[in-house]
C-alpha cells in the first residue's frame, strides 16, 4: 500500500483528502505544518507528500528545500491555491515532482499521485540495479598491487584527464575503468562502452560516430553512435590496440576537436566525453611496427595504469574465489559451497594464464557441476590440479593428479611449454627454437592444449 503524506494547514483540505485516498487503496498521514512535515517524513519515509505553499511560519517552499536537503529522492508535488506559472517554475527547479492548483480537482489529484507513484518505483528499481551493477563490478582483493591500484583510482577519478590501462586479458581492465568512472563528476552520466576488437572494420565507424538514414545499404534508420551517447560521461574504447589506423585518424581528431560527423552526414556535433581506453598489447612495440599512431597514444596515455595479473596478486585469490562462489551459488539457487583447504591451496598455486576471467570462469564451473556442499581438490580440472606449482612456473618440483600415462604425458607437456613460453617472453619463434621443436608444431600444440597467450 502507498503511503502518502499530506502537509496543509487547513484541517477540512487534510480530512477531505484523507478520506478520498483512504477509499483509493493508498494510506494517508496528514501533518498541519512544515516542520512538523520534517519530522514524519524523517518517520514515515512516504512514497509521497501533497504539500501546500502558503502555511505560516514555515512555507511549502522552505519545507520543500529542507525535505530535498536531508532526501534529495523524495517524491513532492506542491499544491496551492494561488498557482501561477513562476510559482511553478520555482517549485519545480526546488525539485517538485509537480504542482496542482487548488480547488483541487479529484481526477487530476489521483492521476498526479500514480504518475509520480510510478516515477518513485522507477526510482527505487533503477537504484537497486545500479547498486547490483556496482556490487558485480567491485574490485575485490587487498592484496599490495591491488591497494596501489586503488589509490590511484582514487587520485585520478575525480579530475578530467583521459586514461590509459594496461594488462593481460581477464585482469579486470572494465573494472578499473568503471571504478574510474563512479568515482568521477560524471558518476550520473552515462558510461558507455566499445569493444574495439569485437566490431568489423567496416561497421566501427557507424558505431563510433553514428549514421544518418540512407548513407549505406542496410542504413534504413538514423543512429546515434558511441560518441553522442556518452556525452558528458565517460566513452571506454576497450582493446584500442585493435582499430585499424584509418580509424585511429578519426578518433584522434575527434579527441582533438571534441566535434564529429555522422557517416553520411554533414551536421557537426559537438561532445563532451572523457576518454578511458584499454588493451593488452604493448602499444610501444605496435608504434614501432606502424600499426599504432604515436600522436593517438599520446592523446590517450594522459594518466597511465597497469593492472596487474592475477599471479602477481595471489593473496587476493582466496578473497576472490570465496567471493564468486557466493555470487554464483546465489545467482544459480544453489545451496552455498565453499572450497576445501586442499582445493584452495591448489587454487592460489596456480599461475592462472586467463586472470581473474579464468578464476571466475571455473568457480561458475564448479558451483554448477559440483554435487556437495564442499568442493575437494578431486574436483578440479586436470589442468589445474598439481600438488604443487611454484610461482609463475619457475622451477621446481610437479606431481601431476592424472590417471592415465597419456594424461599424465599430455599434463606435464602442457605445463613445460607454459613454462618456456613464459621464460621466452611468450615469444613463439624463440621458445621453438629453444625447446627446438617447429614454429607451427609449437603452434598445433599451443591450440590443441587451450594455452592462452599473454603477448
Excluded at 116 to 124: D, E, F, I, R, S
Amino acid at each position: 500500500m502507498q503511503s502518502i503524506l499530506i502537509v496543509d494547514d487547513e484541517k477540512s483540505i487534510r480530512d477531505s483528502l484523507t478520506g478520498i485516498l483512504q477509499d483509493e487503496g493508498l494510506s494517508p498521514v496528514s501533518v498541519e505544518s512544515g516542520e512538523a512535515a520534517i519530522v514524519k517524513v524523517s518517520e514515515e519515509k512516504p512514497d509521497l507528500i501533497l504539500l501546500d505553499i502558503w502555511m505560516p511560519d514555515m512555507d511549502g517552499m522552505e519545507t520543500l528545500t529542507r525535505i530535498r536537503d536531508i532526501y534529495p529522492d523524495q517524491l513532492v508535488v506542491i499544491m496551492s491555491g494561488h498557482g501561477t506559472i513562476e510559482t511553478a517554475v520555482k517549485a519545480t527547479k526546488l525539485g517538485a515532482y509537480d504542482f496542482i492548483e487548488k480547488p483541487l480537482s479529484l481526477e487530476k489529484v489521483l492521476l498526479c499521485i500514480q504518475n509520480a507513484v510510478k516515477v518513485g518505483q522507477l526510482v527505487a528499481e533503477n537504484r537497486e540495479l545500479k547498486a547490483q551493477i556496482n556490487k558485480e563490478h567491485q574490485m575485490i582483493g587487498d592484496s599490495k598491487p591491488i591497494k596501489e591500484l586503488k589509490e590511484q583510482i582514487k587520485i585520478a577519478a575525480p579530475t578530467s584527464g583521459w586514461i590509459l590501462i594496461t594488462g593481460e586479458n581477464g585482469t579486470g581492465k572494465e573494472l578499473v575503468a568503471r571504478a574510474i568512472h563512479l568515482n568521477s563528476k560524471r558518476a550520473n552520466k552515462p558510461f558507455v562502452e566499445v569493444n574495439c576488437a569485437a566490431i568489423p572494420e567496416e561497421l566501427i565507424e557507424s558505431e563510433l560516430f553514428g549514421h544518418e538514414k540512407g548513407s549505406f545499404t542496410g542504413a534504413t534508420t538514423q543512429r546515434r553512435g558511441k560518441f553522442d551517447q556518452a556525452h558528458q560521461g565517460t566513452l571506454f574504447l576497450d582493446e584500442i590496440g585493435d582499430m585499424s589506423l584509418k580509424t585511429q585518424a578519426k578518433v584522434l581528431r575527434i579527441l582533438q576537436e571534441r566535434k564529429f560527423e555522422r557517416v553520411g552526414g554533414n551536421k557537426t556535433i559537438e561532445v563532451d566525453v572523457r576518454v578511458i581506453a584499454a588493451t593488452n598489447k604493448d602499444l610501444d612495440k605496435e608504434i614501432a611496427e606502424g600499426t599504432f599512431r604515436e600522436d593517438l597514444y599520446y592523446r590517450l596515455n594522459v594518466i597511465p595504469f597497469h593492472v596487474p595479473p592475477l599471479r602477481e596478486r595471489k593473496a587476493d585469490i582466496p578473497r576472490l574465489a570465496t567471493h564468486f562462489l557466493e555470487y554464483f551459488c546465489s545467482k544459480e539457487s544453489r545451496e552455498s559451497k565453499t572450497l576445501d583447504d586442499e582445493a584452495m591451496q591448489v587454487i592460489k598455486n596456480y599461475s592462472w594464464p586467463g586472470n581473474v576471467r579464468e578464476l571466475k570462469n571455473l568457480i561458475e564451473r564448479l558451483v554448477i557441476m559440483s554435487p556437495g556442499s564442499t568442493i575437494t581438490c578431486n574436483q578440479l580440472p586436470q589442468s589445474i590440479s598439481y600438488k604443487h606449482q611454484p610461482t609463475a612456473m619457475g622451477k621446481g618440483s610437479v606431481v601431476v593428479l592424472a590417471d592415465t600415462f597419456r594424461t599424465a604425458k599430455e599434463e606435464f607437456e602442457k605445463l613445460f611449454l607454459l613454462q618456456k613460453l613464459e621464460e621466452h617472453d611468450w615469444n613463439i619463434s624463440r621458445t621453438a627454437e629453444a625447446i627446438e621443436i617447429e614454429r607451427s608444431n609449437l603452434h598445433r600444440k599451443i591450440k590443441a592444449y587451450g594455452i592462452v597467450m599473454k603477448k
